[in-house]
Protein backbone atom coordinates (compact mmCIF):
# COMPACT_ATOMS: atom_id res chain seq x y z
CA UNK A 1 0.00 0.00 0.00
CA UNK A 2 1.60 3.26 -1.10
CA UNK A 3 2.68 5.83 1.72
CA UNK A 4 0.05 8.97 2.35
CA UNK A 5 1.67 11.89 1.13
CA UNK A 6 2.25 14.20 4.40
CA UNK A 7 1.27 16.98 3.03
CA UNK A 8 -2.43 16.02 2.17
CA UNK A 9 -4.20 16.78 4.79
CA UNK A 10 -6.99 14.84 4.08
CA UNK A 11 -4.92 11.62 4.68
CA UNK A 12 -5.48 9.69 7.89
CA UNK A 13 -3.31 11.04 10.71
CA UNK A 14 -2.50 7.74 12.42
CA UNK A 15 -1.36 6.81 8.76
CA UNK A 16 1.10 10.41 8.35
CA UNK A 17 2.06 9.25 11.67
CA UNK A 18 3.62 5.73 10.74
CA UNK A 19 5.00 6.69 8.11
CA UNK A 20 7.05 9.57 9.52
CA UNK A 21 9.46 8.20 11.46
CA UNK A 22 10.49 5.20 8.47
CA UNK A 23 10.92 8.41 6.15
CA UNK A 24 13.10 10.46 8.16
CA UNK A 25 15.11 7.01 8.39
CA UNK A 26 15.12 6.48 4.65
CA UNK A 27 16.30 10.35 4.00
CA UNK A 28 19.10 9.71 6.38
CA UNK A 29 20.17 6.62 4.46
CA UNK A 30 20.05 8.49 1.27
CA UNK A 31 21.76 11.26 2.43
CA UNK A 32 24.33 9.12 3.75
CA UNK A 33 24.96 6.85 0.52
CA UNK A 34 25.44 10.26 -1.07
CA UNK A 35 28.54 10.58 1.14
CA UNK A 36 27.29 12.93 3.31
CA UNK A 37 27.87 13.30 7.41
CA UNK A 38 24.37 13.65 8.94
CA UNK A 39 24.90 14.90 12.35
CA UNK A 40 21.29 14.89 13.43
CA UNK A 41 18.74 17.00 13.86
CA UNK A 42 18.80 20.98 14.12
CA UNK A 43 18.46 21.02 17.10
CA UNK A 44 18.32 24.99 18.90
CA UNK A 45 19.28 26.57 15.75
CA UNK A 46 19.09 30.05 17.09
CA UNK A 47 22.44 29.07 18.64
CA UNK A 48 23.99 29.93 15.32
CA UNK A 49 22.44 33.76 15.71
CA UNK A 50 20.53 36.39 14.62
CA UNK A 51 22.64 36.66 11.58
CA UNK A 52 21.31 33.51 9.88
CA UNK A 53 17.88 35.29 10.09
CA UNK A 54 19.40 38.36 8.59
CA UNK A 55 21.17 36.28 5.67
CA UNK A 56 18.05 34.23 4.46
CA UNK A 57 15.53 35.42 2.34
CA UNK A 58 13.40 31.90 4.12
CA UNK A 59 13.79 33.11 7.43
CA UNK A 60 13.58 36.59 7.31
CA UNK A 61 10.11 36.51 9.16
CA UNK A 62 11.14 34.24 11.84
CA UNK A 63 11.71 34.74 15.20
CA UNK A 64 14.30 32.24 17.46
CA UNK A 65 12.02 30.43 18.94
CA UNK A 66 10.00 29.57 15.65
CA UNK A 67 13.52 29.56 14.17
CA UNK A 68 14.16 26.11 16.99
CA UNK A 69 10.83 24.66 16.17
CA UNK A 70 11.71 24.58 12.45
CA UNK A 71 14.98 23.36 13.53
CA UNK A 72 13.67 20.41 15.49
CA UNK A 73 12.25 19.53 12.25
CA UNK A 74 15.42 19.13 10.37
CA UNK A 75 18.13 17.32 9.76
CA UNK A 76 22.00 18.89 9.85
CA UNK A 77 24.40 17.25 7.53
CA UNK A 78 28.02 18.65 6.84
CA UNK A 79 29.92 18.43 3.35
CA UNK A 80 33.70 18.47 2.68
CA UNK A 81 35.07 20.67 -0.21
CA UNK A 82 34.11 19.19 -3.86
CA UNK A 83 31.63 17.03 -2.48
CA UNK A 84 27.95 16.69 -4.15
CA UNK A 85 25.44 17.86 -2.10
CA UNK A 86 22.36 17.62 -4.66
CA UNK A 87 23.27 16.12 -8.23
CA UNK A 88 21.44 16.82 -11.18
CA UNK A 89 19.37 14.69 -12.58
CA UNK A 90 18.34 13.00 -9.13
CA UNK A 91 15.29 12.34 -7.54
CA UNK A 92 14.35 14.22 -4.29
CA UNK A 93 12.01 14.91 -2.12
CA UNK A 94 14.15 17.39 0.24
CA UNK A 95 15.51 20.94 -0.03
CA UNK A 96 18.54 22.24 1.83
CA UNK A 97 18.95 25.71 3.04
CA UNK A 98 23.07 26.50 3.72
CA UNK A 99 24.16 27.51 7.48
CA UNK A 100 27.56 27.37 6.25
CA UNK A 101 30.10 27.58 3.52
CA UNK A 102 29.66 28.31 -0.01
CA UNK A 103 28.08 26.18 -3.13
CA UNK A 104 28.57 26.15 -6.65
CA UNK A 105 25.15 25.41 -8.71
CA UNK A 106 26.46 24.15 -11.98
CA UNK A 107 23.99 22.79 -14.89
CA UNK A 108 24.97 20.56 -17.84
CA UNK A 109 24.71 21.46 -21.24
CA UNK A 110 23.80 18.44 -24.08
CA UNK A 111 26.34 17.80 -26.70
CA UNK A 112 25.56 19.33 -29.95
CA UNK A 113 23.77 16.36 -31.76
CA UNK A 114 24.95 17.62 -35.38
CA UNK A 115 28.85 17.40 -34.02
CA UNK A 116 30.38 14.16 -33.34
CA UNK A 117 33.22 15.75 -31.05
CA UNK A 118 31.30 17.61 -29.06
CA UNK A 119 31.30 16.88 -25.73
CA UNK A 120 28.93 18.10 -22.64
CA UNK A 121 29.43 21.52 -21.03
CA UNK A 122 28.64 22.54 -17.22
CA UNK A 123 27.50 25.78 -16.78
CA UNK A 124 28.30 27.57 -13.66
CA UNK A 125 24.38 29.13 -12.70
CA UNK A 126 25.38 30.97 -9.88
CA UNK A 127 27.27 30.63 -6.30
CA UNK A 128 24.94 30.28 -2.79
CA UNK A 129 26.63 30.83 0.52
CA UNK A 130 24.59 30.99 4.27
CA UNK A 131 21.27 31.57 4.10
CA UNK A 132 20.26 30.10 0.42
CA UNK A 133 17.68 27.62 0.09
CA UNK A 134 18.78 24.77 -2.56
CA UNK A 135 15.95 22.53 -4.07
CA UNK A 136 12.98 23.14 -2.83
CA UNK A 137 11.41 22.99 -6.70
CA UNK A 138 11.88 19.50 -6.54
CA UNK A 139 10.80 18.75 -2.84
CA UNK A 140 7.32 19.94 -4.01
CA UNK A 141 6.73 18.81 -7.85
CA UNK A 142 9.20 15.29 -6.74
CA UNK A 143 10.63 16.24 -10.25
CA UNK A 144 14.39 15.46 -11.17
CA UNK A 145 17.38 18.19 -9.48
CA UNK A 146 17.67 20.63 -12.18
CA UNK A 147 20.95 21.48 -11.60
CA UNK A 148 24.14 20.46 -9.25
CA UNK A 149 25.36 21.86 -5.99
CA UNK A 150 28.75 21.16 -5.24
CA UNK A 151 30.54 22.39 -1.75
CA UNK A 152 33.09 25.00 -3.05
CA UNK A 153 34.52 24.71 0.86
CA UNK A 154 33.19 22.78 4.14
CA UNK A 155 29.79 23.26 4.39
CA UNK A 156 26.75 22.58 6.73
CA UNK A 157 23.23 22.61 5.85
CA UNK A 158 19.78 21.69 7.21
CA UNK A 159 17.67 18.94 5.03
CA UNK A 160 13.98 19.73 5.00
CA UNK A 161 11.98 16.97 3.58
CA UNK A 162 8.24 16.88 2.32
CA UNK A 163 7.19 14.42 5.35
CA UNK A 164 8.71 17.26 7.59
CA UNK A 165 7.04 20.22 6.14
CA UNK A 166 3.43 18.10 7.29
CA UNK A 167 4.51 16.55 10.08
CA UNK A 168 5.44 21.28 10.88
CA UNK A 169 1.95 21.70 9.76
CA UNK A 170 -0.21 19.55 11.95
CA UNK A 171 2.13 19.91 15.37
CA UNK A 172 2.79 23.62 14.52
CA UNK A 173 -0.03 24.88 12.07
CA UNK A 174 1.38 28.80 12.66
CA UNK A 175 5.44 28.03 11.73
CA UNK A 176 3.98 25.67 9.20
CA UNK A 177 1.82 28.30 7.35
CA UNK A 178 4.77 31.05 7.61
CA UNK A 179 7.49 28.09 5.84
CA UNK A 180 5.04 27.34 3.22
CA UNK A 181 4.50 31.47 2.16
CA UNK A 182 8.49 32.01 2.65
CA UNK A 183 9.05 28.96 0.02
CA UNK A 184 6.55 29.79 -2.45
CA UNK A 185 7.39 33.68 -2.39
CA UNK A 186 10.81 32.43 -2.92
CA UNK A 187 9.66 30.17 -5.85
CA UNK A 188 7.68 33.03 -7.27
CA UNK A 189 10.86 35.42 -7.47
CA UNK A 190 12.85 32.79 -9.22
CA UNK A 191 10.19 32.47 -11.70
CA UNK A 192 9.88 36.23 -12.11
CA UNK A 193 14.54 36.17 -12.33
CA UNK A 194 14.07 33.84 -15.00
CA UNK A 195 11.47 35.42 -16.99
CA UNK A 196 13.59 38.83 -16.78
CA UNK A 197 16.77 37.08 -18.29
CA UNK A 198 14.56 36.16 -20.89
CA UNK A 199 13.17 38.87 -21.80
CA UNK A 200 16.71 39.87 -22.14
CA UNK A 201 17.78 37.40 -23.99
CA UNK A 202 14.83 37.64 -26.87
CA UNK A 203 15.54 41.60 -26.68
CA UNK A 204 19.38 41.00 -27.90
CA UNK A 205 18.16 38.45 -30.81
Given at each position: ???A ?9 Q ?10 S???E ?7 E ?6 K ?12 A ?8 E ?20 A????GD??L ?13 P ?5 P ?6 S ?31 V??A ?24 I?Q?L ?12 R ?5
Open positions: MAADPLNAAAPLAREATGAGAASLEQLRQAGLVLGSCQMSGRGPALLQHSLLEDFTLKLDTLGDTMLLIRAQPGQVLIEGDAWMLLLSGTVDVTKTTADDDDDAHENRRLGVTTEGAVLGEMSMFDRDVRYATCTAIDAEAVLSRTAIGQLIRQHPGVGAKLMVKTLAQRLRNTSNRLVLLQKK
